[in-house]
């Protein structure tokens, strides 16, 4: 008689997680550049930015930095704008990073 052995594995889920910090990005009127950590669970988990502001350059700086480079506000109005950075392997996780700055009120 054969014998015969059936082995079942279990695959432990994942649970996957983004977050920012710092979570805001306030600019001069001059503007400037600012970084934010980008960190996610596992830790070896790759993300991508999903969305930013036109009047700001966003890019991933590093695996784990997302960089904004913001030029001077001459438009006269404070702007405002969100950058969204999602989990690659599970993109229902995100993360937001609110960018604001004032503008250049002509030396008053």
Do not use: C
């Amino acid at each position: 008689m054969n014998n015969v052995q059936i082995l079942m594995l279990r695959k432990k889920s994942v649970e996957y997680s983004i977050s920012a910090d710092p979570t805001t990005m306030d600019f001069s009127y001059a503007g400037g550049i600012k970084d934010s950590t980008v960190t996610t669970t596992p830790t070896s988990g790759e993300w991508n930015i999903v969305s930013s502001p036109s009047w700001a350059t966003v890019f991933k700086y590093n695996s784990t930095t997302v960089r904004a480079s913001v030029g001077q506000n001459n438009t006269g109005n404070f702007r405002y704008g969100t950058i969204v950075v999602e989990h690659s392997q599970d993109t229902s996780k995100t993360a937001s990073i609110s960018l604001s700055q004032a503008p250049d009120f002509g030396g008053f």
